[in-house]
C-alpha cells in the first residue's frame, strides 16, 4: 500500500526560513498529533483523557495561530459555519429559559449545543495528517479504547450479568449498541493486510488471530447491546458499504497467500460468536426484542393512535408527534434548547413526563432550534460531502467508505434516540464529522487517493 503523506507546511508554501520558527512549527505538530492519538484513544475509555488531549490539540492549534499557519482553516467555510453556529446559540442563552422550565437544563442545552462547534479542532488536525495511515492510527486507537472501556467495566464474578441486564459496561444501551457496531463496521471493511513474503511466516496469522478476536468481541457487543435502533442501521450500512468496498476488488499478483489467514479468520470469527450467542441464548433474546411491541406496529399501520402503548416504540411514537406539533407552533426558530424536557412535562402525560428528551435528533433538533437550527446543523454535513466529492483525496477509497458508514450510522442512529448532550456522541460527532471535514479543508496537495487491497 502506498501511502501518501501530508506535506510538513500545511499552507503548502517554502519552509519558513527561520530555524527558530520552524523549531515551533514542529513542535505544534507534535504536540498536536499527540492530541489527535490521545484523543482517539480516550474518546470511550476515559473522558478526563479525551478532554485533556482535546485541549492539547487546542493549544497547538493557538500555537499555530500565533505563528500565522492556521490562516487556511480561519478561511475556510468550516470556520464561517462554526461562528454562525455559536452566534445562534449564543442568540437564543440570551432570550433565558421560559416560565416553567429550569435555567440550569436551559444553558446545560445551549453549551451542549455550542460545544458541536469545536469539531473544527480535530478536523483540523486530521486535515493537517491526512493520509490513510495516520487516519488508520486513529481509528485503531479508537476502537482499541472503546473495547478496553468496555472490558475494565465487566464484572468478572459475573461477566454475562450485563448480557441479561443491559447495564454494567460504563455505557448506556444504546450508546453500546451504537459505537459496537461503528466497530464491527471499520473491522469488516479494513481487515489487516495478511500477505507475507513466506508463506510460513507467523505474522500473517498473528494479525488474522487478533482482528478475530476483536470481531467476535464487538459483534457480541452488539447482540448485547439489545439495541433495536443499532441493529437496524448496522444492517442498512453495512450491505452497501461492503458492496462498494469489496466490488471488482483487485487481486494482485503474490498476494494471493493473504486470503487464506483472512478466510481463517472469518470462519473462526463466525464459528466463536455462533459459540457464543449459543451459550447465552443470544438468539432467543434478538427474536423476543424484534417481536416486542407488535401489537404498537399493527396499530401503527392501521392509524390506531389511541391503540399505540407506552412501549419501547409506543413511546418514541407519542414523543414524536408531540415535538412535531410544537415544532408546527414555531417553525423558524423553534422554543429554545433544553425544551423538549419542558415539552414532555407539559405534555399533560404522566408517563413522557418520566423522560429527558424526545428520543430522536430528527424531531427534537427542529422543536428546539428550529429550520434555522437544522439548516445550521446541516451545513457541516454538507461540507464533508463536498469533501468526498473532491477529485484528490488523500486517503484511500477504503478508508472514504469507512468515514461515509460511520457518519451515516451516527445520523440513522440519531433517529431514534437523543444523545447530543452526552460526551460519549460529541466524542463520535468529532470523529467521523472530523474526518469529511478533513477532506474539505486539507490541502489541494496534501496527496492523492491511495491503492489498497
Known amino acids: 500500500m502506498k501511502t501518501h503523506h501530508a506535506p510538513t507546511n500545511w499552507e503548502g508554501t517554502a519552509p519558513a526560513a527561520d530555524a527558530g520558527l520552524g523549531r515551533i512549527h514542529r513542535g505544534a505538530d507534535g504536540i498536536g498529533y499527540v492530541g489527535l492519538l490521545g484523543f482517539a484513544l480516550f474518546a470511550w475509555l476515559g473522558t478526563a483523557g479525551a478532554n485533556a488531549a482535546l485541549l492539547l490539540m487546542l493549544v497547538a492549534t493557538v500555537i499555530h495561530g500565533i505563528t500565522g499557519e ?48 469545536l469539531v473544527v479542532v480535530p478536523a483540523w488536525w486530521l486535515a493537517r495528517f491526512a493520509s490513510t495511515r495516520h487516519w488508520l492510527r486513529v481509528a485503531l486507537l479508537a476502537l482499541v479504547g472503546f473495547v478496553l472501556g468496555r472490558l475494565v467495566e465487566v464484572d468478572w464474578a459475573d461477566p454475562l450479568r450485563f448480557f441479561r441486564q443491559r447495564d454494567g459496561l460504563g455505557l448506556p444501551a444504546i450508546a453500546l449498541g451504537q459505537y459496537a457496531a461503528a466497530a464491527l463496521l471499520g473491522l469488516l471493511l479494513m481487515p489487516p493486510d495478511m500477505a507475507a513474503q ?43 458499504a461492503l458492496w462498494f468496498r469489496y466490488r471488482a476488488r483487485p487481486n494482485p499478483a503474490g498476494h494471493a497467500a493473504a486470503h487464506w489467514p483472512l478466510a481463517a479468520a472469518v470462519a473462526g470469527g463466525a464459528g466463536l460468536l455462533a459459540l457464543a450467542v449459543w451459550y447465552t441464548d443470544a438468539a432467543d433474546m434478538v427474536q423476543n426484542r424484534l417481536q416486542a411491541e407488535s401489537q404498537t406496529y399493527q396499530a401503527v399501520i392501521e392509524g390506531r393512535w389511541s391503540d399505540v402503548g407506552d412501549g419501547s416504540i409506543g413511546t418514541r411514537i407519542q414523543m414524536y408527534r408531540l415535538g412535531m406539533e410544537r415544532f408546527a407552533e414555531a417553525p423558524l426558530v423553534g422554543w429554545g434548547p433544553g425544551m423538549g424536557k419542558w415539552m414532555l412535562d407539559r405534555s399533560g402525560s404522566e408517563h413522557l413526563a418520566k423522560f429527558q428528551d424526545l428520543h430522536s435528533l430528527l424531531i427534537q433538533l427542529p422543536a428546539e432550534l428550529g429550520m434555522i437550527g437544522v439548516v445550521l446543523f446541516v451545513v457541516p454535513l454538507a461540507l464533508a460531502i463536498a469533501g468526498f466529492a473532491r477529485e484528490r483525496l488523500p486517503v484511500s477509497k477504503p478508508m472514504l467508505i469507512l468515514i461515509i458508514s460511520g457518519l451515516a450510522l451516527h445520523l440513522l442512529c440519531a433517529a431514534t434516540n437523543f444523545r447530543v448532550f452526552n460526551v460519549d456522541w460529541r466524542f463520535y460527532w468529532f470523529l467521523f464529522a472530523g474526518f469529511g471535514l478533513a477532506l474539505a479543508i486539507a490541502p489541494a496537495g496534501a496527496g492523492t487517493r491511495e491503492d489498497c487491497r
Open 198 to 240: 513466506r508463506v510460513d511466516e507467523p505474522n500473517r496469522w498473528i494479525r488474522a488471530a487478533l482482528w478475530t478476536l476483536l470481531l467476535v468481541t464487538v459483534a457480541f457487543l452488539l447482540l448485547a447491546s439489545r439495541s433495536r435502533g443499532a441493529w437496524l442501521a448496522f444492517l442498512v450500512v453495512l450491505i452497501p
Open 70 to 117: 492556521v490562516r487556511q482553516l480561519i478561511r475556510s467555510p468550516l470556520a464561517a459555519w462554526a461562528a454562525v453556529w455559536l452566534a445562534y446559540v449564543a442568540f437564543w442563552a440570551m432570550q433565558g429559559p421560559v416560565a416553567g422550565q429550569q435555567a440550569a437544563g436551559f444553558y446545560d442545552a445551549a453549551a451542549g449545543y455550542a460545544y458541536l462547534a
